[in-house]
C-alpha cells in the first residue's frame, strides 16, 4: 500500500490556468506539507497543515492555495499559473511536527508553457 | 531562525572511495537533524536521523553540537549511492523542516 500519493504525477498546462493537485496518505499522521522542488533540486517547504489547520505558511504568492478536507488529505490548488511555477511539488506527512520523520509522495512534475 | 548549510552541490566519488557530505547548521534551541535521500526520480526518503544513532547502508552521521554539524560518511561509496542527498534540521515541537540545498553524490564506477 501507498504510504502517500499524489496525483497527478505530470502536469502540462498553459500560462494562466488553474489546476489542482491532490495528495492522500494512509498512515495515520497528522501533519501534511507542501514542498516545491526548483529545477536546481532546491527543496523549499509552501505550507503545513496539522490536523486540518494551516499552521505554516511561507512566502508563497496567494494564488497557491492549500486546503484539507480531512488530516489525510492535503490538495494544492494553484491559480493563473505562471512560467516560474514549473517544478517539481511534494507531499509529505509526518506523525506530528517537523522533528519527526517526514514521509513523502513521489512528486509530482510541473510544467507550464 | 533555523538554517543548514551544505557547501559542495556536486561531489564525484569512485567506487570503493570515501565519501563525506558535509552539513551545518544554525538554530538556537535544541536541534533534530536528519539526512534524507533522493535516488533518481524517485521520492525522498530518510536515511538517517541523529537520534536513532543507526548506520543505514553504510552511513553513518554524527551531531556535533560544538561545531554545529552532522556530516555524513560512507567508507567506501558504491554505484547505488548515486543520489541527492539533503540535510535537514527541525527542532522540538518545531513543524518547520529546512532543508539544505542539497549534493549531488556520483558515483563512478
Known amino acids: 500500500d501507498t504510504a502517500v500519493s499524489q496525483t497527478p504525477k505530470y502536469l502540462v498546462t498553459q500560462m494562466g490556468n488553474d489546476k489542482s493537485i491532490k495528495c492522500e496518505q494512509n498512515l495515520g499522521h497528522d501533519t501534511m506539507y507542501w514542498y516545491k522542488q526548483d529545477s536546481k533540486k532546491f527543496l523549499k517547504i509552501m505550507f503545513s497543515y496539522n490536523n486540518k489547520e494551516l499552521i505554516i505558511n511561507e512566502t508563497v504568492p496567494n494564488r497557491f492555495s492549500p486546503k484539507s478536507p480531512d488530516k489525510a488529505h492535503l490538495n494544492l490548488h494553484i491559480n493563473s499559473l505562471e512560467l516560474g511555477d514549473s517544478a517539481v511539488y511534494f507531499c509529505?506527512?509526518?506523525?506530528?511536527?517537523?522533528?519527526?520523520?517526514?514521509?513523502f509522495g513521489p512528486g509530482t512534475r510541473l510544467l507550464v508553457l | 531562525a533555523q538554517r543548514v548549510t551544505q557547501p559542495e552541490k556536486l561531489l564525484s566519488v569512485f567506487k570503493g572511495a570515501p565519501v563525506e557530505l558535509k552539513c551545518n547548521y544554525s538554530?538556537?534551541?535544541?536541534?533534530?537533524l536528519f539526512w534524507y535521500v533522493q535516488y533518481s526520480r524517485q521520492r525522498l526518503q530518510l536515511l538517517l536521523r541523529?537520534?536513532s544513532r543507526e548506520s543505514i547502508k553504510g552511513f553513518t552521521a554524527d551531531l556535533n553540537k560544538g561545531e554545529t554539524s552532522f556530516h555524513l560518511k560512507k567508507p567506501f561509496a558504491q554505484e547505488e549511492d548515486s543520489a541527492m542527498y539533503y540535510c535537514a534540521l527541525s527542532g522540538a515541537g518545531n513543524n518547520r523542516l529546512a532543508f539544505g540545498k542539497g549534493n549531488q553524490v556520483v558515483v563512478i564506477p
Open positions: 541523529h537520534i
Open positions: 509529505a506527512s509526518s506523525q506530528a511536527g517537523g522533528e519527526e520523520t517526514q514521509y
Open positions: 538554530y538556537s534551541g535544541s536541534p533534530e
